[in-house]
């Protein structure tokens, strides 16, 4: 299957810093990516879909201006959290997936420890 | 209610054991469906895509039924590393995203 990176794979910051994570798709090019957040023991919660070239499209209770999606190019999506707090820890996964793709990539996710 | 629905379980069967899995969906538009495992602390990865005429994969059997809008995932002969949580997935027509249930918890012990 198609190879998703994101980077970093765990990230431990100060609360109220800001934590980029970074979303590529390695060997297709990814119109859509979605990104994803979970808790421990909970579903994977879809946050906002991201069209290259396109501003992001946010799930209903999702901050756009807490949560910064860019989505510049066809193979980079990244995502910002800005002014993180202990609230904001989770599992955060991106996907992608390509014009003539059904399925989704998954990336293999980062996870935020704010303290 | 949910738009895709599962049990939670824990489903917890000896190896060897034939287990059965259903999602319950809601848009009777939706158009297409998956089944995906999770390991802890993971991403979640294609396990199979689900075809009207039911499909099937190894161990792993998945079918549809469009009329009471269910999907269900057989897994025969269960082994030890078959433990994960399955999620089941559905796109709507037009597929433009992906609805995720809770998940299914399986162990399976020796």
């Known amino acids: 299957g198609a190879v998703v990176s994101q980077h970093p794979s765990w990230v431990i910051c100060k609360s109220g810093t800001s934590v980029k994570i970074e979303c590529r798709s390695l060997?297709?090019?990814?119109?859509?990516m979605f990104w994803y957040r979970q808790f421990p023991k909970q579903s994977l919660m879809l946050m906002a879909t991201s069209n290259e070239g396109s501003k992001a499209t946010y799930e209903q209770g999702v901050e756009k201006d807490k949560f910064l999606i860019n989505h510049a190019s066809l193979t980079l999506s990244t995502l910002t959290v800005t002014s993180a707090h202990p609230e904001d820890s989770s599992f955060y996964i991106c996907?992608?997936?390509?014009?003539?793709?059904?399925?989704?990539?998954f990336g293999p996710g980062t996870r935020l420890l704010v303290l | 209610r949910k738009e895709v629905e599962q049990d939670p379980g824990p489903f917890n069967v000896p190896e060897g054991a034939t287990v059965a899995f259903n999602c319950t969906y809601s848009n009777s538009a939706s158009q297409s469906f998956f089944w995906y495992r999770q390991d802890c602390r993971k991403e979640p990865k294609l396990l199979m895509s689900?075809?009207?005429s039911g499909n099937e994969d190894g161990r792993f059997t998945a079918q549809l039924n469009r009329a009471s809008q269910y999907i269900s995932l057989l897994i025969r002969d269960s082994k030890l590393s078959d433990s994960a949580t399955y999620l089941c997935a559905v796109n709507e027509r037009g597929g433009f995203k992906t609805i995720f249930g809770a998940g299914t918890r399986l162990f399976v012990k020796a």
């Open positions: 996907s992608a997936r390509g014009t003539s793709q059904e399925t989704q990539y």
């Open positions: 689900v075809y009207s």
């Open positions: 060997d297709f090019q990814a119109t859509t």
